[in-house]
């Protein structure tokens, strides 16, 4: 019971933020944030809410407001999802670090793939902790990451524009509330 109180306190705090902010341009390390740029963040981390909900154990929070991202992570940048804390296996795990980039080129960037994108990086380090070194076997495992994360992202695509929807208006949602706008 206190946890249900506690989330809805927080909910509640979220939205109030929101509305404080929508008064003010959103500012990010370096500068303001347009708000076609808001929504090409929210369907970034809306793809990665939605995958690792689909396919993993879920994500704790997600939120395209550069303070929090920042509070949060000790860095500045668009946005931020954190999975819940739970063991999976090496090609669920790369599909949820590839969903971002994934979503934000099919759903926002008609098809553009940014090749500087983190989220590349992760997947890599996904690869080096799953002492992967192998130059064939990277290749494979990211072939087929990124064609099994395409499926996912296709098949779901209602539930990322929800969830990025949702961003766009509250900034943060966390992991309940992803589940409560999936279809």
């Not at 206190?2 to 306190?9: A, V």
Request: charged share 30%.
């Amino acid at each position: 019971m206190r946890k249900k109180k506690e989330r809805e306190r927080q909910a509640l705090r979220r939205q109030y933020l929101a509305q404080q902010r929508a008064s003010q341009p959103l500012m990010s390390a370096v500068g303001p944030i347009s708000p076609e740029q808001l929504r090409v963040n929210a369907i970034h981390e809306a793809g990665h809410a939605v995958i690792m909900t689909r396919i993993a154990h879920g994500c704790d929070l997600t939120t395209v407001d550069p303070q929090e991202v920042e509070r949060l992570t000790g860095h500045a940048m668009p946005g931020y999802t954190k999975p819940v804390h739970k063991q999976i296996d090496v090609p669920t795990y790369l599909c949820t670090a590839l969903a971002g980039v994934t979503s934000e080129a099919m759903h926002a960037n008609d098809g553009k793939v940014n090749p500087h994108e983190e989220d590349f990086n992760h997947a890599e380090e996904v690869l080096d902790r799953a002492r992967i070194f192998d130059k064939a076997r990277r290749d494979s495992a990211m072939a087929t990451a990124r064609a099994e994360t395409e499926k996912l992202v296709a098949e779901h695509k209602a539930d990322i524009l929800a969830v990025a929807d949702a961003l766009v208006q509250r900034l943060t949602l966390n992991g309940h509330e992803v589940r409560a706008l999936l279809k």
